[in-house]
Nanobody
Framework: QARLVESGGGLVQAGDSLSLSCVASGFTFRQWNMGWYHQAPGKERDAVAWINANGNAEYADSVKGRFKISRNNSNNTLFLHIDNMKPEDTDTYSC????????????WGQGTQVTVYL
């Protein structure tokens, strides 16, 4: 069974950096495009970044410059690194499997909560 498990969330002070991880299992990770979504309480989930099987990344306009998505196909892990954290980055971040780049996800992780304080 395909599964995505995120980790790395928590309390972060504004201005600090944070790295999230997502370990994939149950499917051939290196063959799939992947991505990250975020969701604030009471709001819809929005895409943050996508990365194809070859490691080429695309970003939502709202996060360009501070967010970096990467992957390690040798250990089935997806990463999201965020620099200069801001209170508005407070969200639940979910790892997703996608077909085409920027397409709707096919598999979701359970999410990891990130809270940024001043």
């Amino acid at each position: 069974q395909a599964r995505l498990v995120e980790s790395g969330g928590g309390l972060v002070q504004a201005g600090d950096s944070l790295s999230l991880s997502c370990v994939a299992s149950g499917f051939t990770f290196r063959q799939w495009n992947m991505g990250w979504y975020h969701q604030a309480p009471g709001k819809e989930r929005d895409a943050v970044a996508w990365i194809n099987a070859n490691g080429n990344a695309e970003y939502a306009d709202s996060v360009k410059g501070r967010f970096k998505i990467s992957r390690n196909n040798s250990n089935n892990t997806l990463f999201l690194h965020i620099d200069n954290m801001k209170p508005e980055d407070t969200d639940t971040y979910s790892c997703v499997q996608i077909g085409r780049m920027q397409a709707q996800p096919t598999i979701w992780g359970q999410g990891t909560q990130v809270t940024v304080y001043l």
